[in-house]
């Protein structure tokens, strides 16, 4: 299976369009366009019946106590846990390309609704749904996709992988409001195939990408 993006290219720095935020100098950070990027892909197994879309940053701190303070940093060798980003599902094994921007087009304060995605698809939400939780501006369920927005003072640089799962089922029965393990959980037992892309990010401009 293969997967390719007229947005992506695996291994450089993904754009600042695809982020939730942009490195601002007066601020550290602003929002960003929030663009999904384009994904499409190709030789999925014979027996697939639908596809599975997740894509998640393995590079998180596991400890927020530095993160977007100033005058400190967050730790390189600092351990690390997964943010997911998107979880799209029950997508037909007839559609081969999510198109740049029809999932996503700017940042939606306090969430894009859900769980459903359009045209029978689902999706879940992602982890900036804990992450503004109790923000009276910001505070919501975050379903669908949302990009980049790490640290600003990380010393790490951040990946995203972008995976698309071939599956041997045509849905997936999932709940409102399922994250990352859910989805992860469900998808045990019926991938075929995936294939992925991985691009990186950062925030902090002393950081070398």
Known sequence: MKLASTSL?????????????????????????????????????????????????????????????????????????DFYHWLLWNIPATTTELAEGAHSNGVTARGKAGPQAGNGLSHGINDYTGWFAGDADMGGDYYGFDGPCPPWNDERVHHYVFTVYALDVESLDLPARSNGAAVLAALDGHVLDKASITVKYSLNPAVAL
């Open 9 to 81: 290219t695996d291994g450089a720095v993904i754009d600042g369009r695809y982020a939730f935020c942009v490195i601002d100098p007066q601020t550290h950070v602003t929002l960003s366009s929030n663009l999904n990027p384009q994904l499409s892909w190709s030789d999925a197994p014979a027996a697939t019946r639908s596809f599975a879309v997740v894509v998640h940053d393995p590079d998180v701190p596991s400890v927020g106590d530095n993160v977007n303070q100033e005058g400190k940093t967050v730790a390189v060798d600092l351990p690390r846990v």
